[in-house]
């Protein structure tokens, strides 16, 4: 098991930015895909994006390509979360997660055994 720890939410107006943060312990976090999924009030959860175990493949959520960039520092054992041009319809709970297993890919939320308490991010219009 892992622990995750998210920082970086807050309220922003549009167009704005934010860069969130997840610092991962417990296990070896390089060898674990992670994503960043949202929940918006009344909405399931999805999946914003992921990040292989090396972060030499990503996959984005459409509406958030462009705009959002994952990253991660393996040295760290931290995942970030750059968003930029950010919009009202971005308003959500952002959670962090951990794949299941390592060294594979997944995108559903069911692939992910570890998650963060989550940073709420409001977006102003």
């Known amino acids: 098991q892992v622990q995750l720890v998210e920082s970086g939410g807050g309220l922003v107006q549009a167009g704005g930015s934010l860069r969130l943060s997840c610092a991962a312990s417990?296990?070896?976090?390089?060898?674990?895909?992670m994503g960043w999924f949202r929940q918006a009030p009344g909405k399931e959860r999805e999946s914003v994006v992921i990040?292989?175990?090396?972060?030499?493949?990503?996959v984005y959520l459409d509406s958030v390509k462009g705009r959002f960039t994952i990253s991660r520092d393996n040295a760290k054992n931290t995942v970030y979360l750059q968003m930029n041009s950010l919009k009202p319809e971005d308003t959500a709970v952002y959670y962090c997660?951990?794949?299941?297993?390592?060294?594979?890919?997944?995108?559903?939320?069911?692939?992910?055994?570890?998650w963060g308490q989550g940073t709420q991010v409001t977006v102003s219009s």
């Open positions: 997660a951990a794949h299941r297993l390592p060294y594979t890919l997944g995108y559903a939320s069911s692939d992910f055994g570890s």
């Open positions: 417990g296990r070896t976090f390089s060898s674990y895909a």
């Open positions: 990040i292989s175990w090396s972060g030499g493949n990503t």
